[in-house]
Nanobody
Framework: QVQLVESGGGLVQPGGSLRLSCAAS????????LAWFRQAPGKERQFVAG????????YPANSVKGRFTVSRDSGKNTVYLQMNSLKPEDTAVYFC????????????????????WGQGTQVTVSS
């Protein structure tokens, strides 16, 4: 069983930065395929970035490429989402997700790929 706990959300002004953390337990993060998703009120859950099992190769969504970076720290068994140049449209609840499988790259953006989810952390970008 894998448990995921997100933290680091909050209120930030447009143009600001936040770093979200996702602490994993039950398995080491290098043995998991991981992803960040977000969901704004009234909208569907949206893929933000993925991180492949083993190699750790990252796959950011086009909407955040160049602004958001996903990484992992095996020593802390934690995955991070560094968010820079935040915009009001980035406002959402951000979720960490994991699978013990080895999904192909094209499956990383699909929510049903992941069997483990965190509880989410709120990010609000507003002046």
């Amino acid at each position: 069983q894998v448990q995921l706990v997100e933290s680091g959300g909050g209120l930030v002004q447009p143009g600001g930065s936040l770093r979200l953390s996702c602490a994993a337990s039950g398995r080491t993060v290098s043995t998991l395929a991981l992803a960040w998703f977000r969901q704004a009120p009234g909208k569907e859950r949206q893929f933000v970035a993925g991180l492949k099992r083993g190699s750790g190769t990252t796959y950011p969504a086009n909407s955040v490429k160049g602004r958001f970076t996903v990484s992992r720290d095996s020593g802390k068994n934690t995955v991070y989402l560094q968010m820079n140049s935040l915009k009001p449209e980035d406002t959402a609840v951000y979720f960490c997700a994991a699978t013990i499988g080895s999904p192909i790259v094209s499956s990383l953006p699909t929510a049903s790929t992941y069997e483990y989810w965190g509880q989410g952390t709120q990010v609000t970008v507003s002046s």
